[in-house]
């Protein structure tokens, strides 16, 4: 019995270092470094082909959320009244969701609803989304809901660059990376 004992032992002891053995040559794969591949994934949000995606603030307060929005299946919503939409806040399911908004308040009428423009779409240097309020200040999650909502919904078929202008300054151009 001891002789069989030992052969086991030896085999099993074999076994493990030819284990170690494979670990620590890494079966010729290589190290690699980080890999860039360009723009993130796009996601199709349920509704029609001119459905709007307005992007508000999470429950948790974190992140800015896609919300689809839509007046109906043969109209495309104009980025001048998509901005005024934006601007009102969440309303209906995404309200009741618990979504908010960072953005300031605008009034509906009056000298600040003149302000409210969108530039036209040019392929070289995108958009340029103008408010009536400061934007120097604004939080993160702020200028996310505008550069996401705008450079997602504002021209069909295309992620493009935003700037956003407010009464102090002029942001430079991003794009939408809510994650960011």
Do not use: W
Request: hydrophobic residues 40%; charged residues 15%.
């Amino acid at each position: 019995m001891t002789g069989r004992t030992t052969r086991s032992r030896a085999t099993a002891a074999a076994a493990a270092l030819t284990g170690c053995a494979l670990l620590l040559a890494g079966c010729g794969i290589k190290r690699t470094g980080v890999i860039e591949s360009g723009h993130a994934a796009t996601v199709k949000v349920p509704g029609s082909k001119n459905a709007a995606t307005l992007y508000f603030v999470s429950k948790d307060g974190d992140r800015v959320v896609p919300v689809p929005f839509s007046i109906g299946t043969d109209y495309m919503l104009a980025p001048v009244p998509l901005l005024r939409i934006l601007l009102d806040g969440p309303t209906g399911p995404a309200s009741a969701a618990g979504l908010t908004t960072a953005l300031p308040k605008v009034s509906a009428s009056g000298a600040d609803s003149e302000r409210v423009a969108v530039s036209k779409y040019q392929p070289d240097k995108g958009i340029t989304v103008s408010v009536p309020f400061p934007v120097a200040g604004l939080s993160d999650l702020a200028r996310k809901q505008l550069v996401c909502t705008f450079g997602v919904s504002a021209v069909r078929d295309t992620v493009t660059p935003v700037a956003i202008q407010g009464t102090d300054t002029t942001l430079p151009a991003t794009d939408c990376n809510p994650r960011r």
